[in-house]
């Protein structure tokens, strides 16, 4: 923030606007693009412990090859936010239960220059979060259905790789891990066995998800897109929506009062 030149400006309460459109943005090219590369280069080691980050750093760092003033302008919010949230990290408790559940969601063709679907996922382990992401598809989707399926598919994948670190650590995880989308159709695709049109070109992921599914190692539920926690990971939010699901992420300050 010294660098930026920003220690006395006014802290904002949310790091994105809601609606933005970096990705159209018409302005003028920055004359010195390394400023802007060293900032988002910073903020993306941030994200390591700052979840609620994820979705706009994502968002930056596709414009590191020519940014513009205005993708500067979103970087310098973004310190602001940090600003006024300083202490803001996860706490591992040592009383925690070592239960692992996910949320995952997908924006279907949220890329306006490419439409490509964005995939984004949250695990639990007891209460704090301990694996997150959000990322492009690589392949466009040509239903929502299909997006929130693979964005299921790449979750299921973390989830069992999560399982098998566990056991190598001595932590040996007997329930069944709890999967939450907000899809009504991925998921009848998940438990449905026939495959018809529509899911042939999904079909490995359809195989892959089900057979962890019958062996009882997931269990997959229907979770309303008002409570989707991995919401905050695929689209800019508004201020309230924002600050209640980043406090159910489990971001604390430790140094606040009670």
Known sequence: ??????????????????????ALAKGETLDDPSR???????????????P????????LSQFMQEPKEEHMDA????????KGTPG???LLRSNYNLQIRAFCDADWGACPLARRSLTRYFVTLGGPPVSWKTKKQPTVSRSSAEAEYRSMAVNTSE?????????????FHTSTMHL???????????????????????ELDCHFVREKLEAGDLAFSYLPSKHQLADIFTKALRKKQFVILRDK??????????
């Open 52 to 59: 609620e980050l994820c979705y706009v750093i994502h968002i």
């Open 36 to 50: 802007y590369r060293c900032l988002v280069g910073r903020l993306i080691y941030l994200r390591i412990t700052r």
């Open 75 to 82: 970087a310098r919010r973004v310190l602001r936010y940090l």
């Open 249 to 258: 992420l489990g971001m604390i300050d430790p140094h606040a009062p009670p």
């Open 159 to 171: 989830l069992i790789w999560l399982m098998a670190l566990l056991a190598s650590l001595g932590v």
């Open 1 to 22: 923030m010294e660098e930026s030149g920003l220690l006395g400006s006014k802290p904002t309460d949310c790091p994105r606007e809601e609606n933005h459109k970096l």
């Open 180 to 202: 939450f989308c907000d899809s009504q159709a991925a998921l009848h695709i998940a438990k449905n066995p026939v495959f018809y049109e529509r899911t042939k070109h999904i």
């Open 88 to 90: 803001y990290g996860i």
